[in-house]
């Protein structure tokens, strides 16, 4: 099912779980506070089938045990197992010696680009995490965070606005510590997938 911490130890590899999400111009509403009388109002475009696809790559260091965050997004097109192979390529130039990759049982995560990126790489390794069961994988927390927080009640004139103000959530999100490790604590599975504690857990 996931990386035996026996081994991830034995091979001193990097950890990696990858999600990948879809944005829209409709906004994601949530309560929110308003002058007595004055019923808030969220102007959304016309075109709002128009998205934005985001993929994210939560790492763990095998030496420092540091959270690590790597992402990309195509504005109106999605990753499909060919464009999911180019970005995890893009991201093993980035982590040196072996790599554990978690994922789920997507379409986008099989087929000829997947074997074909594993032929290449040697050093890489694929678990795939059981079906339905998102509350494993820490990537989906921090979607958690863009969506239900950042992005709640956002309408955005255009898609392109749109990504990047989701890109620039990321590149937040990529320099704080304690938000990358609290996706790890929220998920059930963190123990068994690092085989030690986390820095910062109790």
């Known amino acids: 099912m996931v990386a ?6 034995t091979e001193k590899a990097h950890l990696v779980l ?9 906004p994601l509403v949530r309560r929110t506070l308003a002058p ?3 019923t808030p109002l969220l102007i959304v475009p016309g075109a709002h089938r128009k998205r934005t696809s985001v993929i994210a790559a939560l790492s763990l260091s095998p030496v420092t045990h540091q959270p ?5 997004s195509l504005v109106n097109d999605y990753y499909n197992n060919v ?7 893009d991201l093993l130039r980035h982590l040196r010696g ?9 379409n986008n995560h099989k087929g000829a680009p997947i074997t074909k990126l594993l032929a290449d790489y040697p050093r890489l390794t694929i678990e795939r995490l059981p079906p339905y069961a998102p509350d494993l994988n820490p990537v989906e927390q921090l979607w958690q965070h863009l969506k239900v927080g950042h992005l709640a009640n956002y309408a955005a004139p255009d898609i392109q606005t749109l990504d990047d103000k989701a890109l620039d959530f990321l590149a937040t999100a990529k320099f704080d510590r304690e938000r990358l490790l609290s996706c790890f604590k929220n998920t059930p ?5 690092t085989g030690h504690r986390l820095p910062g857990s109790q």
């Not at 690590?68 to 990309?72: H, S």
């Not at 599975?189 to 997938?193: A, E, G, V």
């Open 36 to 38: 007595r009388g004055e």
């Open 4 to 9: 035996d911490p026996k081994k991830r130890a």
């Open 98 to 106: 072996p790599v554990i990759l978690v994922w789920d049982n997507g």
């Open 68 to 72: 690590g965050l790597y992402f990309q």
């Open 189 to 193: 599975l963190y123990k068994p997938l």
């Open 83 to 89: 464009a999911t192979a180019d970005f995890v390529r």
């Open 18 to 26: 990858i999600d990948e999400t879809g944005l829209l111009l409709n």
